[in-house]
Structures are given as structure tokens and as C-alpha cells.
């Protein structure tokens, strides 16, 4: 595994901007030159998970990664209901602030589900910008196949607010660890920037409510499993298929379902290739995105 970070999480953190949505603060990073890649990262982490790319992808994008509302350095509102449709707009808001009007993205878990309505939205020609490729990395694209987590299914329970609340480091990186590839684990280090973000403005404290996007996908499975059916945008599947919650098994059904299913393997790789395997992971965007 990568064991150098070209950005540690206090520049990153240093590096970033605000934007302001609807009245809260959003952090994000900008940087690079060229078409624009959008980046979404996933639940419970957040931007600085495509930190160890920053690199390859800033020489030929430039790319855009936010830190989604409740997750990272954004603002963390507690008595507010999270959802996957407000996410979308929230990044329709800012490249509309920052005046793009298309991109790529590349997302990843939480964040895949945030690009399917984007695409969903692109397709009915209702986005607010164009979409011009997508990349997806593990997550869960289809209800059927994702293997949510025990703790996830306990905090998503009517014991959710107060799980939340108990949650600790050495619960988190128990649980975060699991989902790695068994030779690609995080570093005790990397747990604690992790478990940082996570905590950052008591935001484990949130957990129960981001985690309302798992009923949404089942709400929602035919508007955004179609929305990857009915495109006419090239998608690209980069999956790490040693993953237990969206591994070998999540890429099947895609194959099944997606027509000309364009698919890259990392053999050994768990749910955070960009974190378990960078180099594999650029060079399949950079090959896809010509």
C-alpha cells in the first residue's frame, strides 16, 4: 500500500475553499488545468480519500472535490435531513459557482449514488451542467447487491442516535479495516487522519442520519439503476472486487444490467482502491478519459 501522502490532511485541510450553499459552508479543492473532473467521495469519509491521485489527476484536469454536507470540513447541521437528491444539487451549485458548464466525474460508494442522479438529471436534460464520462469505484449501485455492514444496519435501527453517539476510534477502525483488501490494510496512521475527518465538528454524531442514502437507493432503484441503462454518456466500473460490501459479486449484476458494460478489475483490492491502490487507479481513469 501507499505509504506516502503527497497532501497531508493539514494542507489539504489549509489548501481548501468554502462554498456557501444554502446557508452552510462547504469545503472543497480546486486545482489543475484543462476539462474538469468532479470528484465525489464517499460515506464515512471524504475528500481528502482522493488525496494520494491528487497528483496524476491535476496534470491532465482540472478537478474539483468537495466535501459533501455532514462529511469532512463542510458544515455538519444536526437537526437536518440528509439526502442523496440534495447532495447532487449541492455539486450542481458549486461548478455552477465555479462557471463549468460540463465534466467528467469519478465517485466512489455514497458519492456513486450522488452521480447516478446527476446522470439521472443529465439524461432528462435537467442537470445544470453536461456530463462527459463517468467513472464509478466500489459502491453500491444496485440495492440487491450491496452488503451493508452490521454496525451500518444497527446505526440505520432505532438504536441509531445513540450508537452514534458511542461510536469511538477503535470501533471505527475495526469496522473500516474490514472492508480493505486483506493485503492492503490502512495504516495506523491513515485510521487516525480517517477517524479525524469523521470526528471533525462531532460529526460521528451524524452517522445515523447520512446513512438514511441506503433506504433511498431501494426508494430509488429504477430511476438510477436506469439512469446507467438509458445513457448515451460512456461509464466506465473500476472495482477493487476483494471488497465485502460492493467487490466481485456488485460487478456481476453490473455486467447483467449495464449494456456494454466497460469494467476494470484490481484483483486483491478492497472498497478504497484510490486509497489501497492509487497507481492502478489513475492510470485507469487516465486510459478511460482520452
Known amino acids: 500500500m501507499t505509504t506516502t501522502s503527497p497532501m497531508p490532511i493539514s494542507h489539504w485541510q489549509s489548501s481548501g475553499k468554502i462554498f456557501h450553499y444554502d446557508g452552510f459552508q462547504i469545503f472543497y479543492q480546486d486545482e489543475g488545468r484543462g476539462e474538469a473532473l468532479l470528484c465525489i467521495h464517499g460515506f464515512p469519509t471524504a475528500s481528502w480519500d482522493w488525496h494520494l491521485l491528487w497528483p496524476d489527476l491535476t496534470k491532465r484536469f482540472r478537478v474539483i472535490a468537495p466535501d459533501m454536507l455532514g462529511f469532512g ?23 455552477q459557482a465555479l462557471g463549468i458548464s460540463s465534466a467528467h466525474i469519478l465517485a466512489h460508494d455514497y458519492g456513486d449514488t ?16 453536461q456530463i462527459q464520462s463517468l467513472c464509478f469505484l466500489n459502491g453500491g449501485l444496485f440495492p440487491e447487491t450491496h452488503r451493508a455492514r452490521v454496525i451500518q444496519k444497527l446505526l440505520l435501527s432505532p438504536l441509531g442516535p445513540s450508537l452514534s453517539r458511542l461510536l469511538s476510534q477503535k470501533s471505527f477502525s475495526k469496522s473500516f479495516s474490514a472492508v480493505f483488501g486483506p493485503h492492503t490494510k490502512p495504516s495506523a496512521a ?42 448515451h454518456v460512456p461509464l466506465r466500473l473500476i472495482d477493487g472486487t476483494a471488497d465485502p460490501i460492493s467487490g466481485e459479486h456488485m460487478v456481476k449484476r453490473y455486467e447483467e444490467l449495464v449494456p456494454n458494460a466497460n469494467v476494470v478489475r484490481l484483483q486483491g483490492i478492497g472498497h478504497y482502491p484510490q486509497i489501497e491502490s492509487p497507481s492502478q487507479v489513475s492510470n485507469a481513469v487516465l486510459a478511460f478519459v482520452v
Request: charged share 30%.
Open 73 to 95: 470540513f463542510s458544515d455538519k447541521p444536526r437537526e437536518h435531513t440528509y439526502s442523496i437528491h440534495e447532495q447532487a444539487t449541492l455539486h450542481e451549485r458549486l461548478l
Open 114 to 129: 450522488v452521480a447516478q442522479e446527476l446522470l439521472a438529471r443529465h439524461n432528462e436534460r435537467a442537470g445544470k451542467f
Open 190 to 231: 491513515e485510521l487516525e487522519e480517517f477517524w479525524s475527518l469523521i470526528n471533525y465538528n462531532a460529526g460521528k454524531r451524524l452517522s445515523h442520519k447520512l446513512l438514511h442514502y441506503m433506504p433511498e437507493r431501494k426508494e430509488h432503484r429504477s430511476r438510477w439503476v436506469g439512469a446507467m441503462q438509458q445513457t
